[in-house]
Nanobody, 125 residues
Framework: VQLQASGGGLVQAGDSLRLSCAAS????????MGWFRQAPGKERDVVAA???????YYADFVGGRFTISRDNAKNTVYLQMNSMKPEDTAVYYC????????????????????WGQGTLVTVSS
């Protein structure tokens, strides 16, 4: 599967932004999906994940501000980001795993088989 992330841009603190990740290929519904981000000089960290059954997981720093969702008919996963903060500035990547996510695997980079190219999000103060 190929992933194409979009929706990044420059926003102000407190604004909202929705990222999209379109997947090509078949059987999108068979993939668990995740969003990760990488700030300059830092490691890539998990933001959120959604399973085949649409169970969602979030990193602690999200604090209820972000929502991950998927539309299997459109082969797309979304990340709605509200109340954004300057520390949310990063390149955001979507990722896909062929199959189920178990336990804490949702948060591990190595759990995902496919990665998109990333979209830059900049939050100004």
């Amino acid at each position: 599967v190929q992933l194409q992330a979009s929706g990044g841009g420059l926003v102000q603190a407190g604004d909202s932004l929705r990222l999209s990740c379109a997947a090509s290929g078949r059987s999108f519904s068979n993939y668990a999906m995740g969003w990760f981000r990488q700030a300059p000089g830092k490691e890539r960290d998990v933001v959120a994940a959604i399973t085949l059954n649409e169970v969602t997981y979030y990193a602690d720093f999200v604090g209820g501000r972000f929502t991950i969702s998927r539309d299997n008919a459109k082969n797309t996963v979304y990340l709605q980001m509200n109340s954004m903060k300057p520390e949310d500035t990063a390149v955001y990547y979507c990722a896909a795993r062929n199959g189920f996510l178990y336990g804490s695997n949702w948060s591990r980079l190595t759990s995902y088989n496919y990665w998109g190219q990333g979209t830059l999000v900049t939050v100004s103060s």
